[in-house]
């Protein structure tokens, strides 16, 4: 070997040497780094990695308890739960929604009202962790989803109990419905510090029994500690804390009844209350017309809601609870009561009636041209002679009036156990004061005590006051606080709470002064504007007539029903109870816009209390019966 | 006899080189049965890729290097028209068309690279050892930058990274000038903004994301986040083997692949780590005394780049998954679930290991 190129060569190998060496430093280097980036991570930060770990991994998943059953007093199920599968989104863990949604739709049929609604529920329900964009699916659907579930990370098919009303549009109103937890629903959690209890809950009671009776229905909110994954789908459950399902109500009301009385409504718009006047326990509850709660569960579509809400028929108004109506001559045999007790009138005092009452230049007109002649107090009632009642208003006063009237529960909210009763007006002095602004329209006049006097003008009841202003008089004066649930069930101990009836008000009323009002309204039913509609009926009852007018008539004007628009045409109304001489049902029936109460709510009133006395199926809606004593 | 027949067996395999690949092939397949403890398929699979690499890395050993310089160049033009083939043809999988169909199976031109490069270049300045001039790294640079070029394009980054290194550590134990180099250096701090417009949207996302993981913890920044609790969860002494929970209940991605070392800091911590780390750190430096004792040039430019290409493997795998690299698709070498990279990774021992025996033979 060449010297020359021997050094060549130790040179050359010396610089390649030197060259490795450096690259040997630089791998220590980067070591070096690599080692202080994980004493950093595994022994400074260790505490903190560990607590996101532990974080990662256990996650605590309430578990939602079984919403306690409505039922009727015997044990007709009005709303109860069934388990089914729907495809939930949980939005904070999905990028982009549309895509992932429009990928959904090619595997699972995703409709425009599907989505329309998940937009809706995403701004409704802002705290949701996870939103349904598809309810009820088919097993097909689950399966082909669990298939696909690897592409759709925060979407995922989870089994739960859905709220059904079995009745569907029966009693309606008074079970309500639940929907979606809202941020006013949030609210109110917060401020009755239930979060923790509602955390898994995604529906809440939004009206009638389901929202008054939300704290007995609810249950239990249960736990379980669930190892996940990063896609927030459970692993291993590591304990497990069991919910209480909520309590049954057992209601008071006779659900056979209460279609009895539906039916009986046909396609009329009005509402009735049926009382069991030694409880108060509601038998009842009717507002026509109704709706079907099952839309509001998974959130209504927003066309149905529009049909319901924009609807003239105002189906979502419970009329029974919420409306108000002028008494109409169902306000007179009250007006008689108290003039008794007040010792202003006797039965045997009588009036000639000409047919009209002068007061000042205007002249009050008696339905009845030509007057009822001498009329005393049991005939002003049978015959519902106006004329006797402008003449005692007159005498009485409006404040009189208003006291008299005001002791049966008129223009008062009853306290029944469900949200949004209304209070009606009980005209007043006082109320009218407190009602208008302008001074002249502040000053009550003498006139207007008149048409109060036979249950016009100022005057709106709730057909609820009605009908427990009916069972103070079948009670002898005794008012329990109407209530529509009988008792509450916990199904896991099997206790029944019981609702005990509570006396509201003992009017105290002399015996023989309610002897006589019930004798006179046992009249109605025999002599006079209701006998037709009761005619031959195998029981004793007790019934009062009356049309409530729903615009004001000019003077010398006669009222004629086919002139008048249907909206604006006179309400019928009827309050009733029987047997008369121990009553086990009182009731108040309101038909809207069907002119006379003889016509049109006292059959209604029938047909209740004779399937509730005898127990008769009445298939179809009586024949409307064309009377010419319509003369309430 | 048979002692004899054994003896001749294993006379071109380096025992240090060999025992230490071994232990790392052990922790790997420890590691693999946790993080993928939910098909145990993966582990079997991964046992038989370990023997064919261990097949290849034997055959390989009994080569002399005057026969494997003579494969450079056509693995290199091989290497290079497939890489041309799959621009034009390949299999788009994932969004990247890094794979070529070749009727039985697919193949990932661009893995050839990863040795065909050191080949290649070493070969190249082994031809131009005695007149060496600045125009052969020029040439070199070239030679180096066209496949880069067209493996980054599919786009596969991870690849791309490995085959520059690859080509780079030639060049650089060749000799090229310092001054160059630090021209070089400050010419591509110089063009980074352009590297950067040539991006991909996820690659620039990636890049980003190491930056501020938190600020898209269910997207891009997900891998990194997840990751790096897995590996501070793991604490000193980890959580033990089969326990680790960040990767049992799915947190980790990747977990028996890229981000392997996840799982296998979570489950034996610090300690863990420094027991690996120091594997690979004499793996490494038997790799650089193989070089330094290499008989020719060409043998010490290839075990040298060979052996800083591994070191490469690890510093962007280990760097990544404990978050202070971006996410390339680069693996824990040896320890990473994946029989194309083993194989690969093994050539390359094969290649130290024949450079280490037939040292002599040329010498004389």
């Not at chain 1, 008062?412 to 469900?418: E, F, H, L, P, S």
């Not at chain 1, 009733?576 to 816009?593: D, G, R, T």
């Not at chain 2, 097949?55 to 290097?65: C, K, L, R």
């Not at chain 2, 780079?168 to 060749?174: E, N, P, S």
Request: hydrophobic share 45%; net charge neutral; aromatic share 10%.
């Amino acid at each position: 070997m060449h010297l020359a190129e021997f050094k060549d060569h130790q040179r050359e190998l010396y610089f390649f040497q030197l060259r490795i060496g450096i690259a040997g430093i630089f791998v220590l280097a980067a070591f070096s780094l690599l080692l202080v980036r994980l004493v950093y991570l595994q022994v400074l930060q260790y505490d903190y990695y560990r607590t996101k770990a532990e974080d990662n991994r256990i996650s605590i998943v309430p578990i939602m308890p079984n919403r306690g059953l409505i039922l009727d007093r015997s044990g007709t199920v009005l709303a109860r739960n069934y388990s089914a599968y729907t495809l939930e989104i949980f939005p904070g863990k999905v990028a982009d929604l549309e895509k992932t949604i429009d990928e959904l739709a090619a595997i699972i049929e995703i409709r425009a009202s599907d989505r329309t609604r998940f937009k809706r529920l995403r701004i409704e329900a802002k705290g949701a962790d996870s939103l349904p964009i598809r309810t009820r699916l088919s097993d097909e659907e689950v399966a082909k989803f669990a298939v696909n579930r690897y592409r759709f990370p925060g979407v995922d098919i989870q089994a739960r109990l859905f709220r059904q009303y079995p009745l569907n549009e029966l009693a309606s109103h008074l079970v309500g419905y639940i929907g979606r937890i809202n941020e006013r629903d949030v609210q109110h959690i917060e401020d009755a510090d239930l979060t923790a209890n509602y955390k898994g809950t995604d529906h809440i009671g939004k009206t009638g029994l389901e929202q008054s009776y939300e704290s007995e229905l609810h249950g239990i909110t249960g736990y379980e500690q669930v190892e996940v994954d990063s896609g927030g789908r459970g692993v291993r459950t590591l304990s497990r804390t069991s919910p209480t399902s909520g309590n049954n109500l057992v209601m008071t009301l006779d659900i056979r009844l209460q279609q009895v009385a539906e039916k009986a409504f046909g396609e009329n718009r009005g509402a009735l209350v049926a009382i069991e006047p030694a409880t108060g326990g509601i038998l009842a509850f009717v507002s026509k017309p109704g709706f079907d709660p099952n839309l509001f569960v998974d959130g209504i579509d927003p066309a149905s809601w529009e049909l319901l809400n924009t609807s003239p028929d105002r189906p979502m108004v419970n009329r029974a609870l919420a409306g108000t109506y002028p008494p109409g001559s169902t306000f007179k045999p009250y007006l008689a009561l108290g003039a008794l007790e007040l010792g202003k009138r006797t039965p045997q005092q009588t009036i000639h009636d000409p047919g009209f009452f002068q007061f000042g230049n205007h002249r009050f007109r008696d339905d009845k041209v030509g007057g009822h002649g001498t009329v005393d107090m049991y005939k002003s009632i049978v015959v519902s002679c106006d004329t006797y009642y402008y003449v005692l208003g007159n005498d009485l006063g409006i404040d009189n009036i208003a006291r008299i009237i005001g002791q049966f529960g008129f223009g008062a909210k009853t306290g029944i156990d469900v949200e949004g009763e209304a209070t009606g007006v009980l005209p007043s002095q006082e109320w009218k004061r407190k009602r208008f602004r302008k001074p002249e329209q502040q000053k009550w006049y003498a006139g207007e005590t008149i048409s109060i006097a036979i249950g016009q003008g100022y005057n709106a009841y709730t057909p609820l006051q009605m009908a427990q202003a009916m069972a103070a008089i079948a009670n002898n004066g005794v008012i329990y606080r109407p209530h529509l649930v009988n008792y509450i069930e916990n199904i896991r101990s099997g206790e029944r709470a019981l609702v005990e009836p509570k006396v509201a008000r003992d009017l105290k009323l002399k015996p023989e002064h309610i002897e006589f009002i019930k004798r006179a309204l046992a009249g109605v039913n025999t002599e006079g504007t209701g006998a037709r509609a009761f005619a031959k009926a195998e029981y004793t009852s007790a019934g009062k007539t009356g049309t409530a007018q729903v615009v004001a008539l000019k003077q010398n004007e006669k009222y004629d029903e086919k002139r008048v628009a249907e909206r604006h045409r006179d309400h019928a109304l009827f309050i009733a109870f029987a047997p008369l001489e121990s009553p086990k049902i009182a009731l108040a029936v309101v038909v809207e816009n069907a002119g006379f109460g003889a016509r049109a709510a006292a059959p209604v009133a029938r047909q209740v209390l004779d399937y509730y006395l005898l127990g008769k199926r009445i298939d179809k809606p009586a024949a409307e019966v064309p009377g010419d004593d319509d003369d309430d | 006899m048979i002692r004899t027949l054994w003896l001749r067996f294993i006379d071109k395999i380096d025992a240090p080189l060999f025992a230490l690949a071994f232990a790392l092939l052990l922790l790997g397949i420890i590691t693999l049965a946790s993080a993928a403890h939910e098909t145990p398929s993966r582990v079997a699979g991964q046992a038989a890729s370990i023997l064919v690499a261990l097949g290849v890395m034997w055959a390989v050993a009994q080569f002399q290097p005057q026969t494997l310089m003579r494969f450079a160049l056509p693995t290199y033009a091989l290497g290079l028209a497939l890489l041309v083939a799959v621009a034009l043809f390949g299999d788009v999988v994932n969004g990247a068309r890094r794979w070529l169909n070749v009727g039985l199976t697919r193949i990932q031109p661009s893995e050839i690279m990863k040795i065909a490069m050191p080949l290649m270049l070493a070969w190249y300045f082994h031809k131009h050892e005695a007149t060496l001039r600045l125009r052969d790294y020029f040439v070199a640079s070239l030679l180096l930058a066209a496949p880069v070029l067209l493996i980054a394009r599919q786009p596969d980054l991870g690849t791309a990274l490995l085959v520059t290194a690859a080509g780079f550590y030639v060049i650089f134990l060749a000799g090229l000038a310092w001054k160059i180099l630090i021209g070089l250096a400050l010419a591509a701090c110089a063009s980074l903004p352009f590297l950067w417009s040539l991006m991909h949207d996820y690659q620039r996302r990636r890049i980003l994301t190491l930056l501020d993981p938190t600020s898209d913890p269910l997207g891009a920044g997900y891998h990194i986040i997840q990751s790096v609790i897995a590996v501070g969860s793991g604490g000193l002494a980890g959580k033990g083997w089969l326990k680790g929970t960040q990767a049992h209940l799915e947190f980790i991605p990747e977990r028996s692949t890229d981000f392997i070392f996840a799982v296998f800091s979570e489950e034996f911590g610090l300690i863990g780590n420094c027991l690996l780390l120091l594997l690979y750190l004499l793996l490494i430096g038997r790799g650089l005394t193989i070089a330094a004792n290499a008989p020719t040039f060409f043998a010490r430019l290839l075990a040298g780049s060979v052996t800083l290409t591994f070191f490469t493997y690890v510093f962007v795998n280990v760097g990544m998954v404990s978050g202070i690299l971006p996410v390339v698709g680069v693996p824990l070498p040896l320890v990473s679930f994946g029989g194309t990279a083993l194989v690969t990774l093994f050539l390359g021992i094969g290649i130290l290991m024949s450079i280490h025996r037939h040292r002599k033979l040329v010498q004389t």
